[in-house]
C-alpha cells in the first residue's frame, strides 16, 4: 500500500484538512514535489509521531502557523541531514554548479559533518 512517504503526506494533508489555501502556500513554498521534499517526508521528519486528532493548529498569525508546520518537516536525525547535503553535494560538483556546491559546503562544514565524496 503507502510507503512512509505517502502516510506521512497523508497525515500532512489531515493537518491542513479545513485550510486548503494554507495547504496550497505551503507546498508551493516547499516546493512540495521535488527530491528533497521527499526525502523529507520519507525520513527522518517530527511527522512519523505525531497523532493529527491530538494537535493544536490553533494561531494567532500567519508567521507562527508558518512556524510551525515548517517546523513538522525538520529533520530529527543529524546523520540523514548530513546524507543528504553530501548527495546535493556531489550532484552540484556533477552539474559543474560550484557556487551552489560550496554553499552546501560551507553548510556541511558549518554543522561539522563529515565530507563523503
Known sequence: MYNSFGHNLVKLF???RNRPN???EFLIENNAF???FINKMD???KLL???VNNINIDFCSFSEMNTFFNGLLEYSNSEILEEELNEQLSEYIKEERYEEAAKI???INK???NFKL
Do not use: A, S
Request: avoid cysteine; glycine fraction near 14%; charged fraction near 35%.
Open 43 to 45: 525520513k527522518g521528519n
Open 105 to 107: 559546503r560551507d553548510v
Open 34 to 36: 521535488d527530491k528533497n
Open 49 to 51: 509521531g505525531i497523532d
Open 22 to 24: 494554507h495547504l496550497v
Open 14 to 16: 489531515n493537518i491542513f
Open 111 to 113: 554543522k561539522g559533518f
